[in-house]
């Protein structure tokens, strides 16, 4: 194992610590939303930034040869949107009684409620070691710099478990994915659902699928016209739902110039017509990530069938053996997506504040586990857990 040095360095762009250098550590994770790419095309299109309100502060520790041994990507963040983990209340609370929320630092992948390492260590490196000067490098930027609290959302659970045995509050909460039970087609899938459940899903793929051309596009198949098409669905339905989107037309470009690899992009349009939806997903080296979807056209159960019917089929295609749908949506439960715990961890210097979000935080994870519990015993397809 190589040891590491005391010292933290703090970085204002990913750029100053260099591809090889944050791959080192991130590529052994095998999770596209931690990758020197995607953080970079992030930062390079200018979604991530100052004027965008997340202000790169990525941390990183050096072993004893002065090669970078581990990083944590973190932002300065002037508010809460982004993150999918919702403090709103909390900000809200501690500004009426006189206190001032922002800024806050956050350990993300931005935009992406996907679980993946935050606390990231070379390999080679004592993960203990590595963790602790991370982690204490956050919180000593956190007082010096004034900022109200430190956010790390979405690590994996050994991370938040051991984060939690250091003091920090813990926060759970859930997601619906899709679990590949060794299935060879989505036939087999089928079968281990009730009998209601397959009819109603081959009705609605039947449905969803008349009249219309649906391809996948991965690798030197995208092109800037499906980019271009994808970008008009991704803003009209973003904007209907939450306002303003938060990625701009140029990251798209540049994840498909740098991620081609990683991208399975599902189109759907009538023949020889312009497409009119579309889904967007990540491949990481063990979970298929659906992130992104639009439509000009409405299309009754189609948004079923590009972000979930063929997610599944494409997993099952691909040997994954898990499917992330994103936030949010009961509705993923009839489908076989089914709830999982996701988590977040908390650091809040005001001991006024810290001390009440403590006590919500542990009524609130009981409450989520119990409604993780209710939902799979009631409501789960899968004729086994019925």
């Known amino acids: 194992m190589s040891s590491i040095r005391p010292a933290v360095r703090v970085h204002r762009a990913i750029a100053e610590i260099g591809k090889d250098a944050w791959d080192a550590c991130a590529d052994a994770t095998g999770d596209p939303f931690v990758s020197y790419d995607f953080l970079a095309i992030l930062e390079e299109s200018g979604c991530v930034g100052p004027r965008t309100g997340w202000a790169p502060q990525h941390l990183s520790i050096e072993d004893d040869a002065g090669g970078v041994a581990g990083v944590m990507p973190l932002y300065l963040k002037s508010h809460s949107q982004g993150e999918y983990v919702f403090d709103h209340a909390w900000a809200d609370a501690y500004e009426r009684a006189g206190g001032r929320y922002y800024p806050k630092l956050q350990c993300s ?35 010096r710099i004034g900022a109200s609290s430190l956010h790390v959302t979405f690590p994996v659970e050994a991370e938040w478990a051991w984060m939690g045995e250091r003091g920090m509050l813990l926060r759970q909460d859930q997601q619906y994915h899709w679990e590949n039970r060794g299935y060879a087609t989505f036939d087999d899938f089928l079968a281990a659902l009730s009998a209601n459940r397959r009819k109603t899903i081959r009705r609605e793929r039947r449905d969803a699928q008349e009249g219309l051309e649906i391809v996948a596009l991965t690798g030197a198949e995208l092109t800037e016209a499906h980019w271009d098409a994808f970008f008009a669905f991704y803003m009209d339905t973003g904007g209907r739902k939450w306002g303003r989107p938060y990625l701009n037309r140029p990251f798209f470009s540049l994840l498909g110039e740098r991620m081609a690899d990683k991208v399975l992009l599902i189109m759907a349009r009538r023949p020889d017509g312009p497409w009119i939806a579309g889904a967007l997903n990540l491949l990481g080296r063990d979970c298929l990530y659906g992130r992104h979807w639009g439509c000009v056209e409405d299309v009754p159960f189609l948004h079923f069938e590009l972000c979930y019917y063929q997610a599944i089929e494409h997993a099952i295609r691909l040997g994954l053996p898990r499917v992330e749908a994103g936030a949010q949506g009961q509705h993923k439960i009839a489908r076989g997506y089914l709830p999982s715990p996701v988590y977040s961890a908390h650091w809040i210097a005001d001991p006024a504040l810290r001390e009440p979000v403590a006590r919500y935080l542990e009524r609130e994870r009981e409450a989520v586990a119990a409604d993780i519990e209710m939902l799979t015993e009631e409501y789960s397809p899968f004729r086994e857990e019925r």
């Open 109 to 143: 992948s931005p935009f992406s409620p996907v679980t993946g390492s935050r606390l990231i260590v070379r390999p080679d490196v004592d993960v203990d070691e590595g963790r602790s000067a991370l982690l204490g490098g956050a919180l000593t930027l956190c007082e």
